[in-house]
């Protein structure tokens, strides 16, 4: 079973930039296309982006697009969101996810979750 832990979330003041990675255990993290999801205070757990497992396909909900992008190094067995131009409405709770593909993780098909990482961006 594949274990995710994300790092890197923090306070950034609007405007500013942020990198999650999400580190993965065991060796099938090649196998999985990997999500990252959020959750603010009071409100459902929403997707953000997904990318397959060669990098190939990618899919970011509306409000990151141009914004926010994901990628991921398969040899390191991690992932990544790199998140630029940060918003208030950015604040949440970040979680990385694995599933089959890119269109299961928008759907919230998710195999496995992480255990998230706080992103606050300040106005």
């Known amino acids: 079973q594949v274990q995710l832990v994300e790092s890197g979330g923090g306070l950034v003041q609007a405007g500013g930039s942020l990198r999650l990675s999400c580190a993965a255990s065991?060796?099938?993290?090649?196998?999985?296309?990997l999500g990252w999801f959020r959750q603010a205070p009071g409100k459902e757990r929403e997707f953000v982006a997904a990318i397959s497992r060669s990098s190939s396909t990618i899919s970011y909900t509306d409000s990151v697009k141009g914004r926010f992008t994901i990628s991921r190094v398969n040899a390191k067995n991690t992932g990544y969101l790199q998140m630029n131009s940060l918003k208030p409405e950015d604040t949440a709770t970040y979680y990385c996810a694995m599933g089959s593909a890119v269109a299961s993780l928008a759907n919230r098909n998710v195999d496995v979750w992480g255990q998230g990482t706080l992103v606050t961006v300040s106005s």
């Open positions: 065991g060796r099938t993290f090649s196998l999985y296309a």
